[in-house]
């Protein structure tokens, strides 16, 4: 008589479990590995302001198309520069853009501010001025609120430190002259060089800008600490004080 719930010896057949189909790959896949290939083969100076934001984007938004995220990003803040600029908490405005993303983004800006400041310690700034306009513009142009940073020189023109003088409002930062003076001193510097953002993106010198560098030239005087210059960064240029003869 025949069990209907076994199966003759030796012939029963295990079965496991069923094989779950991956689909089709997705189409985002492709394209990932063809922005990466073009940079690895030296082609990446052709890709476009998108596709490389993009492929930064890949390292850290895994399984998830980024093409819409690194366009939304240069659509809200305007160019990749300012992107890469932009505070975390205003990266993550941005739908797809979580902490991990955004704390990434942040650290990519703050390499490129690094890599800048090598080329400015490298030699005395005031023969180096293309690397340090450069580097001052990475530093603040993107902040939202005005900065004033202050860089002291030593007797070769050198930086020995880059530091923040003041933080404020959108068209004000309140900076001491006595602290500058009294920082100075400590440091040993012979020399610095005032700098601060305009939010606005205009880094037309105000007239107020223009007072307090005089301020500050009066309370460095005494101690033979010169003001090299003061810069004002914008959106889209640096303007230096003492070459439009303000100072």
């Given at each position: 008589?025949?069990?209907?719930?076994?199966?003759?010896?030796g012939?029963?057949a295990?079965?496991?479990?069923?094989?779950?189909?991956?689909?089709?790959?997705?189409?985002?896949?492709?394209?990932?590995?063809?922005?990466?290939?073009?940079?690895?083969?030296?082609?990446?100076?052709?890709?476009?302001?998108?596709?490389?934001?993009?492929?930064?984007?890949?390292?850290?938004?895994?399984?998830?198309?980024?093409?819409?995220?690194?366009k939304?990003?240069?659509?809200?803040?305007?160019?990749?520069?300012?992107?890469?600029?932009?505070?975390?908490?205003?990266?993550?405005?941005?739908?797809?853009?979580?902490?991990?993303a955004?704390?990434?983004?942040?650290?990519?800006?703050?390499?490129?501010?690094?890599?800048?400041?090598?080329?400015?310690?490298?030699?005395?700034?005031?023969?180096?001025?293309?690397?340090?306009?450069?580097?001052?513009?990475?530093?603040?142009?993107?902040?939202?609120?005005?900065?004033?940073?202050?860089?002291?020189?030593?007797r070769?023109n050198?930086?020995?430190?880059d530091?923040?003088?003041?933080?404020?409002t959108?068209?004000?930062?309140?900076?001491?002259?006595?602290?500058?003076?009294?920082?100075?001193?400590?440091?040993s510097?012979?020399?610095?060089?005032?700098?601060?953002?305009?939010?606005?993106?205009?880094?037309?010198?105000?007239?107020?800008?223009?007072?307090?560098?005089?301020?500050?030239?009066?309370a460095?005087?005494?101690?033979?600490?010169?003001?090299?210059?003061?810069?004002?960064?914008?959106?889209?240029?640096?303007?230096?004080?003492?070459?439009?003869?303000?100072?």
């Amino acid at each position: 008589m025949a069990d209907g719930g076994k199966s003759k010896a030796g012939t029963s057949a295990r079965v496991g479990p069923a094989k779950v189909s991956e689909g089709p790959a997705r189409h985002y896949h492709g394209h990932r590995e063809r922005l990466r290939q073009r940079v690895l083969d030296g082609d990446g100076a052709h890709l476009r302001d998108y596709e490389l934001l993009e492929l930064l984007l890949c390292a850290f938004i895994p399984r998830v198309d980024v093409k819409p995220i690194a366009k939304e990003l240069i659509a809200k803040f305007g160019t990749v520069s300012a992107a890469l600029g932009a505070s975390p908490e205003r990266l993550m405005e941005v739908k797809g853009v979580g902490e991990t993303a955004a704390a990434y983004i942040r650290a990519t800006n703050l390499l490129m501010q690094q890599a800048a400041r090598d080329e400015v310690v490298e030699r005395p700034v005031i023969s180096n001025w293309a690397a340090l306009l450069n580097y001052v513009s990475l530093r603040i142009k993107h902040e939202k609120s005005e900065q004033a940073r202050v860089l002291y020189l030593d007797r070769k023109n050198k930086l020995i430190a880059d530091e923040k003088a003041g933080q404020g409002t959108v068209d004000h930062a309140p900076v001491y002259p006595r602290e500058i003076a009294r920082r100075a001193l400590e440091l040993s510097a012979s020399s610095i060089i005032l700098v601060h953002n305009h939010p606005s993106g205009d880094p037309t010198p105000s007239r107020a800008d223009i007072d307090l560098t005089r301020e500050i030239e009066r309370a460095l005087a005494p101690l033979e600490i010169r003001v090299h210059d003061h810069l004002v960064v914008g959106a889209k240029e640096t303007i230096s004080m003492k070459a439009k003869g303000l100072i």
